[in-house]
C-alpha cells in the first residue's frame, strides 16, 4: 500500500531508519560493558519490544503498571516499574504480575517499600526493589545519602523485597544544548548514582546495579565507570529535541502523515493534524509544534485539537489533497495519541503494528 492511501492523521516509522537506531544503541551499550533495557513508554508496542529484546536488550523498562501487564502479557520477562508505586490496588497488581515474570520497581520513600512489601506478602511473591536516586532533575528520588541508607535498612527488614540496586533519570541533560554543559551534567549526575550505589552495596554487602536513563545521556553515560545499566527510550524513534542537542535528523525514524484540507490566501495552508495527533509540546526555544519533513522553511505556527496551520510563505504552494509528513517535537506523547503504527519503507506502507500500551497511564 502507498501512505496515499492511508487515512489521515496517521503515524509512520521508517523501517530502516527504526532498526539501524536500535542496533545502534544496543552496539553502544553492549561495547562499554552495560545492560541495555530500553523504557518502553516511548513506543507502547509489543511488536517493537521484541525488536529490542531480540537485539540483546536484557529485559524492558516501564513508567505505569498497566502498560507492565500489556507487555507482560506480549511475552515480557523481566519487567522493571521506574516509578514510585503507590497504593493497594496498584502494588496487588504489580505483585500479581510477579508470578508470570520477574518484575522489580522502583522506591524513593519507606511508605513505597510498605505498599511493595505488603503486596507482595499477600500474593506471596519476592519483588525487586531499586532505590531512586535524584541525581539533578528535581523530581522523585532520595537526596541524601542518609535517606539511601534508611530505605536501604527498611527494605533489609521485609523479607518479601530484594533489593537490586539504585537507578536515576538524569532527564536534566535535556535542559543543556551545549555538548560541554551536558558533559558536566552527566558527569555529575554518573558521580552521584555511583555514590549512593556505594553506601546501599555496602549496606548489602554485595555487587548491585547501578542503572541510568535517558536518551540525550546515552552516548555520555555509556562511557562512565561503575554503571551497569543503561534504559534509554526516544532512541527508536529520535524526535525535534533529540534534533535539537545534535541528533541527526535523517535518522529521525517517527513523523505523522497529514493531508492539507485548505490553502488561504495570506502565505498559509491548513492540515488535519493538530494538537490531538502531535501532542502539545514545544521546544524552549522554538514555537512550531513540529517539522514539515523535506520542506524546512515551511513553519508549523498554530495548532488546535484537528487542524495544523502551516506558513508555506509562497515557496511550494501545496493543494488540498496533498500529504505532508511531520516530525514530532516528542514523540512519546505523540505516539500515545495513536493506535497504529505503520511501518513504511520510502512511501511503501510495509506492516501495522499496534500500539498495545496506549493510554495506559494508571
Known sequence: MHISELETPALLVDKRRLDANIQEMADLTSSHGKRLRPHIKTHKCVELM?????????????????????????????????????????????????????????VDTVAGVQFAARAAREHDV???????VDTGLGR???????????????????????????FTHEGHLYRYVSIDERRHAADA????????????????????AVSVGSTPGAELMASQPGLTEMRPGVYVFGD??????????LTCALSVLATVTSVTTDGRFVIDAGLKSLASDRLPDDSSYGEIEARPRWQFVMASEEHGVIVHGGEQVPNPGDKVRI??????TCVNMHRHLHLVIGDEVVDRWSIDAQGCIF
Do not use: W, Y
Not at 549526575?189 to 548491585?208: D, F, H, P, Y
Not at 534534533?243 to 541527526?248: A, I, T
Open 126 to 132: 519476592n519483588l525487586g526493589v531499586m532505590i531512586e
Open 327 to 332: 516530525v514530532p517535537n516528542h514523540a512519546c
Open 240 to 249: 525535534r529535541m533529540q534534533c535539537r542537542l545534535g541528533r541527526e535528523p
Open 50 to 106: 521484541r525488536l529490542q529484546l531480540g537485539a540483546g536488550a536484557v529485559g524492558i523498562t516501564a513508567a505505569k503498571v498497566s502498560e507492565a501487564e500489556v507487555m507482560v502479557n506480549g511475552g515480557a520477562s523481566d519487567v522493571f516499574i521506574a516509578n514510585q508505586v503507590i497504593g493497594d490496588t496498584k502494588a496487588s497488581r504489580l505483585a500479581s504480575l510477579a508470578r508470570r515474570a520477574s518484575i522489580s520497581l522502583g
Open 140 to 166: 522523585a528520588g532520595v537526596r541524601t545519602i542518609n535517606e539511601a541508607t534508611e530505605l536501604v535498612r527498611c527494605l533489609l527488614a521485609e523479607p518479601s523485597l530484594h533489593v537490586l540496586g539504585v
Open 189 to 208: 549526575a554518573a558521580e552521584l548514582i555511583r555514590e549512593a550505589g556505594a553506601v546501599v552495596a555496602n549496606e548489602l554487602g554485595a555487587a548491585i
